[in-house]
């Protein structure tokens, strides 16, 4: 029963089995995603550091080998593209969801400055395709496939893995992920060499609706649902992702923002099911709107994420009322991730049962 | 107390100790991030603000001696997700000594 959604001009699988199927393997073994609907761009040359600088909004200085998760912006501060920026050996390897590669390579391009023009965009997203393993245990999916190395791999670095693929550690479910850029002759073969291996971890195949309901239960960001217009990283919870010394499109939106900011992006338990884009009350005032609601698998309550007025956008408040029903604000992560309890270097999906983890209800 | 006062008294509450928190990270964990730009939901470790083992001992320790509360280890993992999360800690200590 396989469902589809389209992404820009993609039609992407949302979900392969089933939603609640998909997220309890994220939460207890490994799933496999295609997320071949993200843009690959690489911005190469002598000034791609210098093409490029003026649109990242972190600080570019990353180690080869290294990866910066980061957003471009738009210039009213409103996130337009959610990149992971891969330093290779001087060479920029751009992976990102929110803009469309061509989109990205023409963002690059206009926005270089004049004495920075030695430099040259390849979109790789027309010959590559993205599979990405998600879930405590996928470090042992990939390794078991690929090369026991990347069991060590640190988060928010990459490699390349048997001559052929590129495998970056990331991901935006709050569980182990592993995004293997394979060249589309080869993405069969490896996918299907995940899915042979990953029979002992129990891997599942997902779409990509898993990943955007553990991004909710995890508190993280999804452009595709969260860009709500005329928020910044400021109100979004993002000015981790920007950097706070640096001048980049978008900043002084941004700096300004700071100085007071009006409302914050704030995660809601409900007592029964909530309604999208639904007026939020407290105390018979409105108080912001809802912006994304889903039933938490995990969690087996119902959740949101709401827009509130700064005044009431804290944790730990009862009293929200959405339509009928009442919600109390919580801390995010709303789930607690075995990915935090599972160790590499000691556990495995075969001795899982011996992991100390309290489980996935953090008690908020 | 009526709901307005008692949800005044609740933020003011709460705001108190994320600023607190806040001063630690910035004056005893060295983040070099303004506190107006340190998000409560920001992940601590990793990606996010970045912290490492040594900074969480020096976070936990810190705030340990700032409250006048004891983190158990088993806590510890738990609670340092986000601001929000060892915040939420903090509180449910505080309000455990204010009952006492």
């Known amino acids: 029963m396989t469902v589809t959604l389209r992404i820009g001009d993609r039609e992407i699988v949302a979900e392969r089995t089933g939603l609640r199927e998909e997220v309890t393997a994220l939460r207890r073994s490994a799933i496999l995603t295609d997320l071949s609907h993200m843009a690959v761009v690489r911005v190469a040359g002598p000034d791609a550091y210098d093409a490029l600088d003026p649109i990242v909004a972190a600080d570019l200085h990353i180690r080869d080998g290294r990866v910066r998760h980061t957003l471009f912006l738009a210039p009213n501060g409103a996130p337009i593209a959610d990149v992971y920026l891969c330093n290779d050996d001087g060479d920029f390897l751009l992976v990102a969801e929110g803009m469309a590669s061509g989109a990205l390579v023409e963002h690059v391009r206009a926005h270089a400055p004049t004495n920075a023009r030695d430099f040259a965009c390849e979109d790789l997203s027309t010959t590559h395709r993205i599979l990405s393993v998600d879930g405590p245990f996928a470090w042992e999916v990939v390794a078991a496939a690929l090369g026991s190395e ?25 569980e182990y992920g592993y995004h293997l850029i394979a060249r589309e002759e080869l993405a069969a073969d490896l996918e299907g060499r995940l899915l042979e291996v990953g029979r002992r971890m129990d891997l599942v195949q997902a779409g990509i609706a898993t990943s955007w309901h553990a991004a909710v239960e995890n508190g993280l960001f999804n452009i595709h649902r969260h860009a709500v217009e005329g928020a910044t990283p400021v109100e979004l919870q993002l000015q981790w992702r920007v950097s706070h010394k640096k001048k980049y499109l978008g900043s002084d939106v941004v700096v300004e923002r700071q100085r007071a900011p009006r409302e914050r992006l704030t995660w809601l338990i409900g ?27 995990t969690l087996g309550a119902p ?3 709401a827009m509130l007025d700064i005044e009431v956008a804290h944790s730990g408040l009862s009293g929200f009322e959405i339509g009928e029903t009442r919600a109390r604000s919580a801390s995010a992560p709303l789930v607690d991730n075995l990915s935090m309890y599972v160790n590499p270097g000691r556990h495995s999906f075969a001795t899982r049962a011996e992991i100390e983890f309290p489980g996935f209800v953090r008690g908020t | ?15 108190r100790i994320v600023a607190q928190v806040k001063q630690i990270l910035v004056e005893r964990v060295h983040l070099d991030v303004p506190p107006e730009a340190i998000d409560p939901d920001a992940p601590l470790f990793g990606t996010g603000l970045g912290l490492d083992s040594v900074d969480a001992i020096e976070l936990v320790i ?5 409250f006048g509360i ?9 609670s340092l997700r986000t601001l929000n999360t060892f915040v939420d800690l903090i509180l449910s200590y505080e309000r455990q000594k204010s009952r006492a």
């Open chain 2, 70 to 78: 004891a983190i158990p280890q088993s806590k510890v993992k738990q």
């Open chain 1, 150 to 174: 990347l069991a060590g791999l640190p988060y928010l670095s990459f490699c390349r893995v048997a001559g052929a693929h590129t495998c970056i550690r990331a991901g935006k479910t709050g």
């Open chain 2, 62 to 66: 810190s705030a340990e001696q700032a």
């Open chain 2, 1 to 15: 107390m009526s709901g307005g006062r008692r949800h005044g008294a609740l933020v003011a509450e709460r705001a």
């Open chain 1, 271 to 297: 007592e029964a099911p909530l309604a999208a884009f639904a007026e939020v009350r407290f105390e018979g005032e409105r108080v912001g709107r809802v912006i994304e609601a889903l039933d938490s698998v």
């Open chain 1, 303 to 305: 959740v949101a994420c």
